[in-house]
């Protein structure tokens, strides 16, 4: 509860003369404007809150009566608007509503609107019966009245709702800061992720080809330098392996696709037109293993590729030596030769393969293979090698034994023509692959003697 006696004798003392009319002006302001202040208090306080400090108001009066009963009308000098002096000290001593939801009312108003309401006779009656009788002057010097006012003015007034609301006003504002700086981190944190995923994958999309292209090239040059590593420990190995025949040699081998590959040199010989002196016209072959179907029922097998091509004639030629697995056809291998012309090739096209020979440097003339030739289609020949045995083990010497084989051509014109073409590096080690899956590689191939020529 509030102390109102300093404020009542702070309002009276203002007062040009304190007479007992009005010192009731001011006491009925006072009520009224506590009146005012404690109704408007929200949350609203309790009708015993309300109670207690309309009795120490009442108090107050009652108390500030008894000094003024008997006193005369000194003069004092002119104070301050007694209203905006007794508003001011009111609205301290009453217990403020919380700032945020009720704000007090113009001081003026507060306290001048009281002022200009008639007041009845019964009030005038009732009030005057209410008033205590006249005690003896009891006034205090002047000097020990001022240090009673200055310590009435000092007492702190209680201010219960303003605690109140101070308290729920701090923790509304602890809860608040709370929840923002929770909200404050998550974003922090997913703005961080978002950060480091768009990284990644801007890291990702700059380095893909150096993140995904490099273990492909790796795969890819892997293959090459496995099979073409230390060729020599492959011909001692092989070298241990004995020449079969039958079903022995018809076992499957390994899928050594591409084991050996490379280029070597390619060479088309022409007869001119009206010319004893032939063209010449160079070219390329490349060599390599790959993986055939032996026919129905057979796992896959091992074939020898060779791949030509005369750029200045426009001509390609595929040689491709496969061992034979087909029970009805007698032939020890085949070998598969097609081309590919241009449209306007001046001698027309293939007529014939005369002969495939093996020959241990370009000019020398040849030995031919025994076996037959059979044109397939205009642009497509199939050369069956000899299935007995003595031509067989000639035709596997001369394949191992040469440096260079030989195609022999008679164009539709009735023209001849011979592409020459080496194995190479490439071309050897392709040899002794597909010769050693088939089990017919030889330890030191030698050449045989040299027959007449092609044997049915």
């Not at 009224?32 to 107050?60: C, H, K, S, Y």
């Not at 609205?91 to 306290?111: H, I, L, M, N």
């Not at 037109?273 to 063209?279: R, T």
Request: without cysteine.
């Amino acid at each position: 509860m509030a102390d109102y006696y300093p404020l009542l004798v702070r309002a009276i003392s203002s007062l040009p003369q304190k007479t007992g009319e009005s010192r009731r002006a001011v006491y009925d302001r006072a009520r009224t404007a506590l009146m005012r202040q404690l109704r408007g208090v929200d949350p609203p306080l309790p009708e015993g809150e309300i109670t207690r400090e309309r009795m120490g108001l009442e108090e107050a009066i009652r108390r500030v009566e008894a000094e003024y009963a008997q006193q005369d009308n000194t003069p004092e000098p002119p104070p301050e608007d007694e209203d905006e002096v007794f508003e001011d000290e009111a609205e301290e001593a009453a217990p403020p509503p919380p700032p945020t939801r009720f704000e007090p009312p113009k001081s003026q108003a507060a306290v001048a609107a009281p002022a200009e309401e008639p007041e009845s006779p019964a009030e005038d009656e009732s009030r005057a019966s209410a008033e205590p009788p006249a005690r003896p002057d009891r006034r205090l010097p002047p000097r020990q009245r001022s240090e009673d006012e200055t310590e009435g003015d000092r007492r702190p007034p209680l201010r219960r709702g303003e605690v109140r609301s101070r308290g729920a006003a701090a923790n509304g504002g602890r809860r608040g800061a709370s929840e923002g700086g929770a909200s404050w981190k998550k974003f922090v944190l997913f703005a961080l992720l978002a950060l480091v995923v768009l990284g990644g994958i801007a890291f990702a999309v700059v380095n893909r080809d150096h993140l995904f292209g490099s273990s492909e090239s790796e795969q890819n040059t892997a293959a090459p330098a496995a099979s073409s590593a230390n060729p020599s420990d492959q011909a001692k190995s092989a070298d241990r392996m004995t020449k079969t025949s039958g079903d022995a040699a018809r076992r499957a081998p390994a899928q050594r696709t591409g084991a050996a590959s490379g280029s070597a040199r390619a060479v088309l010989i022409e007869e001119s037109p009206g010319s004893a002196q032939p063209q010449t016209f160079e070219g390329t072959i490349t060599w390599r293993t790959e993986t055939v179907n032996a026919g129905p029922g057979l796992p896959p097998d091992i074939g020898l590729r060779g791949d030509l091509v005369i750029p200045e004639r426009k001509i390609a030629m595929s040689f491709v030596l496969r061992r034979n697995t087909d029970q009805t056809l007698p032939a020890s291998h085949t070998i598969e030769i097609g081309f590919k012309l241009p449209e306007d090739f001046p001698f027309g096209g293939v007529a014939n393969v005369d002969a495939v020979r093996a020959k241990p440097n370009q000019q020398a003339l040849g030995t031919p293979l025994a076996g037959l030739a059979v044109r397939v289609n205009p642009t497509l020949f199939l050369v069956g090698l000899s299935e007995k045995a003595a031509d067989r083990q000639r035709n596997v010497a001369l394949l191992q034994a040469y440096p260079w084989l030989d195609v022999l051509l008679t164009y539709t014109n009735n023209k001849k023509a011979v592409i020459a073409f080496e194995k190479g590096q490439a071309g050897e080690q392709a040899f002794n692959d597909a010769f050693s899956a088939w089990g017919e590689l030889l330890q030191r191939p030698q050449a045989p003697a040299q027959s007449d020529g092609n044997s049915n």
